[in-house]
T-cell receptor, first 113, second 117 residues
Framework: DAKTTQPNSMESNEEEPVHLPCNHS???????IHWYRQLPSQGPEYVIH???SNVNNRMASLAIAEDRKSSTLILHRATLRDAAVYYC??????????????FGQGTILTVHP | NAGVMQNPRHLVRRRGQEARLRCSPM?????VYWYRQLPEEGLKFMVY????????ESGMPKERFSAEFPKEGPSILRIQQVVRGDSAAYFC???????????????FGQGTRLTVV
């Protein structure tokens, strides 16, 4: 089961941190968690991925729960440019050995000035 | 290093015509994926190709759609006898490694927006 569960929408103010949650209760021990985002009229853009420990890059941080059944994407200071649909994905779910991405509905993030 | 290049960005076809969508992966990438995004819907996987091979076409409609990734040149998604329901944004992505323990991120192009009139 490749299912992940995310809230339909979230709102934030500019310059404030944003925590985007994702539930993946059926995750297996070797499934990575990937996050992508899609800005309006753009193709999806890779944000971050992780397996067990927390991860940081220039775009965001990924906090993975100890039992790995949930994770949180953290944008430390939201900007207007961060307004997008954010997708939490398990690329290896379903037994595939390649990055076949199953996009759910994602979370629509609105950032207010 | 140029990103994933798709062309054309916009394509208008009359019903019954053929649509050809092109995708040049990032330099050094030999794995290509095509996705379709219907209006007001999410992205759906269509097909995964490596050079000269179709690995997974489980998301391709059974008729009128085909894809190829030749040894030389871009990957092509071909839609024959287009219908209005084919109007959508088609995205191509490429990646380097596909091993289960070594999977890296997919890089997406800007998409081709197909309008069938």
């Amino acid at each position: 089961d490749a299912k992940t569960t995310q809230p339909n929408s979230m709102e934030s103010n500019e310059e404030e941190p944003v925590h985007l949650p994702c539930n993946h209760s059926t995750i297996s021990g070797t499934d990575y968690i990937h996050w992508y985002r899609q800005l309006p009229s753009q193709g999806p853009e890779y944000v971050i991925h992780g397996l067990t420990s927390n991860v940081n890059n220039r775009m965001a941080s990924l906090a993975i729960a100890e039992d790995r059944k949930s994770s949180t994407l953290i944008l430390h200071r939201a900007t207007l440019r961060d307004a997008a649909v954010y997708y939490c994905i398990r690329p290896n779910a379903g037994g595939t050995s390649y990055g076949k991405l199953t996009f759910g509905q994602g979370t629509i993030l609105t950032v207010h000035p | 290093n140029a990103g994933v290049m798709q062309n054309p960005r916009h394509l208008v076809r009359r019903r019954g015509q053929e649509a050809r969508l092109r995708c040049s992966p990032m330099k050094g990438h030999s794995h290509v994926y095509w996705y379709r995004q219907l209006p007001e819907e999410g992205l759906k996987f269509m097909v995964y190709l490596q050079k000269e091979n179709i690995i997974d076409e489980s998301g391709m409609p059974k008729e009128r759609f085909s894809a190829e990734f030749p040894k030389e040149g871009p990957s092509i998604l071909r839609i024959q006898q287009v219908v209005r329901g084919d109007s959508a944004a088609y995205f191509c992505a490429s990646s380097i490694l596909t091993g289960r323990d070594m999977w890296t991120e997919a890089f997406f192009g800007q998409g081709t927006r197909l309008t069938v009139v």
